[in-house]
């Protein structure tokens, strides 16, 4: 067999047309990642807890699209912007998709929790009883915590001439209550709220509870005195709780965000969850109350809101779960496991570290780096973005008493994060008050960027230490997100961060760096540059692959550059957990693309780009998807590994998720997933995550 290769005077071959049908709807591929959330739900051979756990994560995933996408699709319908979407559906056959799919899947969730969860705690003496299910004994005590704990807080609210329809805040849960005077026969509705500052199952004994709406559902005669209870009945409505700041027009963005924030509550409401029994004629009134639609309206059998099944993670029951995973120190910072922590500066002097949390542990990495740095008194200045971070920051510590040591601290607070405003709006004027230098970034862009950099007198010179990472400087979810992150003192990536913090606190214009690639400049474009140069390669006969890892892809001129990669007959793997709005597999088009899925105990975050560039692997890391938002609206930062042993690192992780033998889910061109995770004779393929933390914890072993 012989290959033709291309002389360097050959025009290269015009690429075939590309098919109008060749993007996937986005809306409905995120429906299709979460339905891959709920098949762990459903696989009965992961431990009981982490089923009822993905449970939980399903219903917040649901709630957090319905309040962000499904809103976003109304808000365009109601203001006549009905551009179709690249997949060439219009909004309102997208969201007539969406509220089918989400249907289906909610009472595929409910029907699963009820006919197989429940029925297995119950088999492991974990009960969760409704009211008729307690005994006499359990009820007297509900109705000694009813009166001491629960009476005093709630507020029931008629609705009558005089009472209008009270508002009902988002994604919390209600009881409608129908009630008759006995004196004159008429029947009267209100709104009782379950209070969300108490827990939703009440502990009656040894692994027993009740829901909290059962509790007050038994005693709402004691709310409604002297009137006949007829009837009550669950229900949850989710609101748009997206914020639309005009940055232009706001003298304090602090401000405007805030009262934003303070408007997020009164959000139009874009679903509501009933509780499939309820009468007819109280969802009219909800329905009509509500201002919403009959399509809007989900009917769920037995309990709403299984977001609180994140309760049963509490219990100490380690039989019922996977075994528990504690992080190391990377080897590469320190090469035995030691009660000394690493000296995180000197080493990054000796030689770049490439993290991969939470396998390797960021308390004693990226964490320590910046406390460390905060009491050396040898450091002048800390840069640092924020993002998402905890409520009970170490990061921010670090850098409160950097400041008050006397060190220069600019701290770059993305306070538009969806979802932790409020958080980082807090944080930034704790920032401030302990003197620190706080911006927000830049008009009309997020930062989203992982960057900190530490300016440290070494004698001989000033010096950058640098860490660029894929995910946020959150301690907490570092112990159950994967990512990866590299400390640096390289000059030219110490050059590069240098000048990209004075972009966003300061007036500079720069947009060329040599080891990094920032959006909204250079991300699309460097990406299709050497997916281009991949095709070239290949029509050399060099070495030529792509190889990428995000969390979503959905950018059109990036999925057309995979596609013309294709059918040049560049082989291209992508590794997404999310949305994935390429088609692989269509003749003549993605014959040459594989599309892989991994979901498991933490959550795929990292965002790799690998290119075979004729031999010398390049690899990128850092904090954009292949998105819109990412590409156009973001400050985000790529960074090209410097050494072969990180690219050798993170090219087997390529080569493990890619393995036929690798438990993962495969797209189709029809934009199903199938999930592969048994072999021929029925055992078990091999996961990645298990083998990665095996893999750490033979790494130690043989250190110590």
């Known amino acids: 067999m012989t290959t033709e290769v291309s002389t360097q005077g050959d025009a290269p071959p015009a690429p075939p047309a590309l098919p109008d049908d060749r993007f996937l709807d986005r809306?409905?591929?995120?429906?299709?990642?979460?339905?891959?959330?709920?098949?762990?739900a459903e696989d009965t051979t992961?431990?009981?807890?982490?089923?009822?756990?993905?449970?939980?994560?399903?219903?917040?995933?649901?709630?957090?699209?319905?309040?962000?996408?499904?809103?976003?699709?109304?808000?365009?319908?109601?203001?006549?912007?009905?551009?179709?979407?690249?997949?060439?559906?219009?909004?309102?056959?997208?969201?007539?998709?969406?509220?089918?799919?989400s249907s289906e899947l909610m009472a595929r969730q409910a029907t699963l929790f009820h006919s197989d969860i429940l029925p297995?705690?119950?088999?492991?003496?974990?009960?969760l009883l409704r009211w008729d299910q307690a005994s006499q004994a359990e009820r007297d005590e509900l109705s000694s915590f009813f009166r001491e704990k629960v009476f005093p807080v709630l507020t029931p609210l008629a609705v009558d001439p005089a009472h209008p329809f009270p508002y009902i805040s988002g994604l919390s849960l209600n009881l409608a209550v129908v009630v008759r005077n006995p004196s004159s026969g008429t029947e009267l509705f209100a709104r009782v709220k379950v209070p969300p500052i108490l827990d939703r199952f009440v502990v009656v004994g040894s692994q027993r509870f009740v829901p909290l709406e059962d509790v007050i559902a038994a005693h709402l005669a004691e709310l409604f005195p002297g009137m006949d209870v007829l009837q009550q009945h669950a229900f949850r409505v989710t609101r748009n709780e997206d914020l639309e700041v005009e940055e232009d027009d706001a003298e304090n963005l602090l401000l405007a965000l805030e009262r934003e924030l303070m408007r997020r509550r009164f959000g139009p409401p874009v679903r509501l969850e009933v509780t499939q029994s309820i009468d007819?004629?109280?969802?009219?009134?909800?329905?009509?109350?509500?201002?919403?639609?009959?399509?809007?309206?989900?009917?769920?059998?037995?309990?709403?809101?299984?977001?609180?099944?994140?309760?049963?993670?509490?219990?100490?029951?380690?039989?019922?779960?996977?075994?528990?995973?504690?992080?190391?120190?990377?080897?590469?910072?320190?090469?035995?496991?030691?009660?000394?922590?690493?000296?995180?500066?000197?080493?990054?002097?000796?030689?770049?570290?490439?993290?991969?949390?939470?396998?390797?542990?960021?308390?004693?990495s990226v964490q320590l780096f910046l406390e460390q740095a905060a009491t050396d008194p040898r450091v002048l200045a800390i840069k640092q973005t924020l993002y998402r971070t905890s409520g009970d920051s170490p990061i921010v510590d670090a850098l409160v008493a950097a400041a008050e040591q006397g060190?220069?601290?600019?701290?770059?607070?993305?306070?538009?994060?969806?979802?932790?405003?409020?958080?980082?709006?807090?944080?930034?004027?704790?920032?401030?008050?302990?003197g620190c230098h706080v911006v927000y970034g830049l008009v009309g862009l997020k930062t989203h960027c992982k960057l900190s950099m530490v300016v440290r007198d070494d004698g001989d010179k000033l010096r950058r230490y640098v860490h660029i990472g894929t995910g946020n400087y959150h301690p907490k979810t570092a112990r159950l997100y994967e990512d990866v992150g590299l400390l640096t003192t390289d000059a030219e990536v110490g050059d590069d961060v240098a000048r990209l913090f004075n972009v966003l606190s300061g007036y500079s214009m720069e947009t060329e760096y040599n080891r990094l690639l920032v959006a909204p400049h250079s991300i699309r474009s460097g990406l299709v540059e050497r997916i281009e140069r991949e095709v070239a390669n290949h029509r050399a006969g060099l070495p030529a692959r792509v190889r990428i890892k995000c969390n979503s892809i959905v950018d059109e001129a990036t999925i057309d550059a995979l596609y013309r990669a294709s059918q040049a007959g560049v082989p291209v793997d992508i590794w997404v957990r999310g949305i994935c709005a390429l088609r692989p597999g269509?003749?003549?088009l993605s014959d040459n693309i594989r599309v892989r899925s991994v979901l498991g105990r933490f959550l795929e975050h990292s965002r790799l780009f690998e290119f075979a560039n004729g031999g010398e692997t390049e690899i990128w890391i850092g904090s954009a998807d292949l998105m819109h938002r990412n590409l156009d609206r973001r400050i985000e930062v790529l960074v090209r590994l410097g050494s072969?042993?990180?690219?050798?690192?993170?090219?087997?992780?390529?080569?493990?998720?890619?393995?036929?033998?690798?438990?993962?889910?495969?797209?189709?061109?029809?934009?199903?997933?199938?999930?592969?995770?048994?072999?021929?004779?029925?055992?078990?393929?091999?996961?990645?995550?298990?083998?990665?933390?095996?893999?750490?914890?033979?790494?130690?072993?043989?250190?110590?």
């Open 280 to 364: 007819p004629h109280v969802l009219d009134l909800l329905v009509r109350e509500l201002g919403i639609g009959s399509e809007e309206v989900v009917r769920i059998p037995g309990l709403l809101d299984l977001t609180a099944l994140w309760a049963m993670d509490r219990l100490p029951r380690d039989d019922l779960k996977l075994p528990a995973f504690r992080p190391r120190t990377s080897n590469q910072l320190s090469e035995v496991e030691t009660a000394s922590p690493p000296d995180v500066l000197e080493t990054m002097r000796d030689h770049e570290v490439l993290l991969h949390h939470p396998y390797d542990s960021f308390s004693t």
């Open 644 to 704: 072969a042993s990180q690219t050798a690192h993170l090219d087997g992780l390529f080569d493990l998720a890619f393995d036929p033998g690798t438990s993962t889910w495969h797209l189709g061109a029809d934009g199903g997933w199938t999930r592969h995770h048994l072999a021929d004779d029925g055992s078990p393929l091999v996961d990645v995550q298990t083998t990665l933390i095996a893999r750490q914890t033979r790494r130690s072993s043989t250190a110590s």
């Open 586 to 588: 269509v003749p003549g």
């Open 27 to 40: 809306e409905l591929s995120w429906l299709a990642f979460n339905e891959r959330v709920l098949e762990l």
């Open 407 to 434: 060190k220069q601290v600019l701290a770059i607070v993305e306070i538009k994060a969806r979802f932790d405003e409020q958080a980082n709006i807090d944080w930034a004027r704790k920032l401030e008050e302990a």
């Open 46 to 101: 992961i431990p009981l807890l982490e089923r009822a756990k993905f449970l939980a994560i399903f219903a917040s995933n649901l709630d957090e699209f319905f309040m962000v996408r499904v809103a976003g699709l109304k808000r365009r319908i109601a203001t006549g912007i009905a551009v179709r979407a690249a997949s060439g559906l219009l909004p309102r056959e997208v969201l007539e998709g969406i509220y089918n799919r």
């Open 120 to 127: 297995r705690l119950e088999a492991e003496d974990i009960r």
